[in-house]
């Protein structure tokens, strides 16, 4: 049996490897491990370039460098969104009054950044894909509740399964339990689905850190 696997690239980053050294993980092994039944067809990793910031310069050289390492992976496609941003007036917290408690709080503007287009183009590619039998199944590695819709249409409509893999680390206390906790409605429309990405797949997962292509040779990114 062979499946095609969905890779939501930050919901994946932020809920199973950031602030670990599992950064520089191999998705096609990690989809082996957790799938050791099934023929890994086509892997799709849906992210976007990041914007680097004054206070962590090198972020988007780590993330070119990732890239490049996912790149020798034959049968993996990255295909990309965009970060947007834009300046906004927040609310101070605490809650700051200036001009006494019976006036609105002082207003700080802020930067706000935000991804835009993974979801959709994951959506679309699991449609499509599934529409024209390009695999006997699907896994999508994400636990955002956006692509609900998109999987009930795979699994109710065109009667294809569909399992859903959350990639929250089991043993990871998140600042936001409720941002990787797999949603219900997920649970619902799925085939199938996997609770947790533990360390231990993760460990097992990791590209060498000397690795080579047609430019050359390259190292993982110090800290990874």
Same mark, same amino acid.
């Given at each position: 049996?062979?499946?095609?696997? /969905?890779? @939501? ?17 191999? +998705?096609? %092994?990690?989809?082996?491990? +957790? ?17 680097? *910031?004054?206070? @962590? !310069? ?33 609310? &101070?917290?605490? !809650? ?8 609105? !709080? ?15 183009? +994951? ?20 636990? @955002? ?24 680390? %089991? ?10 906790? *797999? &949603? ?14 533990? @360390?231990?797949?993760? /460990?097992?997962? &990791? ?11 390259? %190292? ?5």
């Amino acid at each position: 049996m062979s499946a095609n696997a /969905y890779i @939501d690239g930050f919901n994946f980053y932020f809920c199973a490897v950031k602030g670990t050294s599992y950064k520089w993980v191999n +998705l096609l %092994t990690l989809c082996n491990i +957790l799938f050791p039944t099934l023929r890994i067809n086509k892997i799709k990793y849906f992210s976007a370039k990041i914007i680097a *910031l004054p206070h @962590d !310069p090198s972020a988007q050289t780590r993330q070119d460098t990732y890239w490049r390492a996912l790149k020798t992976i034959p049968n993996l496609e990255i295909i990309e969104g965009s970060f947007v941003s834009w300046p906004k007036l927040l609310p &101070q917290w605490p !809650p700051a009054y200036v001009n006494g408690a019976n006036n609105p !709080p002082n207003m700080v503007q802020v930067k706000r950044s935000e991804e835009k287009g993974s979801d959709v183009n +994951l959506a679309a590619y699991l449609v499509y894909d599934n529409f024209m039998k390009e695999a006997d199944e699907s896994i999508v590695i994400s636990n @955002d509740s956006d692509l609900t819709h998109a999987i009930e249409l795979v699994t109710r409509h065109l009667g294809r399964p569909v399992t859903v893999v959350n990639p929250n680390r %089991t043993s990871r206390v998140h600042s936001d339990p409720k941002h990787c906790s *797999l &949603q219900q409605d997920l649970r619902r429309v799925s085939t199938r689905h996997i609770r947790s990405i533990n @360390d231990s797949v993760l /460990y097992k997962a &990791q590209l060498p850190s000397i690795m080579s292509d047609a430019q050359g040779t390259f %190292t993982k990114p110090t800290g990874w």
